[in-house]
Nanobody
Framework: VQLVEFGGGSVEAGGSLRLSCSAS????????IAWVRQPPGKECVGVAA????????YYTDSVKGRFNVSQDNAKWTVSLQMNSLKPEDNAMYYC????????????????????WGQGTQVTVSS
């Protein structure tokens, strides 16, 4: 599976951005797709995930109520709508797909995702 992210950019605090992840290849082998971010000088952290089979969504606490992950099955695209952005959201954002079923406690762990896009930068200024 190949993943390509779109939609990063710069925005002031309080603003919004929408990231999109376009998947191609054997997409039916990916039961979950996640958005993972890496702030400057820090480790990767999963922020949102979606079950491509059932549409269930999962969020890390710091983005609940501000971020929304969705999928367009016809286009095999997963989007991340980010609202009320904060300077701490400043990071490189990656789209990542799993090749196996993942149980809930592990859904936001970057290490369970085997296919990654190249990333897109999100910069939030205060």
């Amino acid at each position: 599976v190949q993943l390509v992210e779109f939609g990063g950019g710069s925005v002031e605090a309080g603003g919004s951005l929408r990231l999109s992840c376009s998947a191609s290849g054997y997409t039916y082998s990916c039961p979950f797709i996640a958005w993972v971010r890496q702030p400057p000088g820090k480790e990767c952290v999963g922020v949102a995930a979606i079950s491509t089979v059932y549409g269930n969504t999962y969020y890390t606490d710091s983005v609940k109520g501000r971020f929304n992950v969705s999928q367009d099955n016809a286009k095999w695209t997963v989007s991340l709508q980010m609202n009320s952005l904060k300077p701490e959201d400043n990071a490189m954002y990656y789209c990542a797909a799993s090749s196996v079923w993942v149980d809930d406690p592990w859904l936001l762990k970057p290490e369970v995702y085997t296919n990654w896009g190249q990333g897109t930068q999100v910069t939030v200024s205060s």
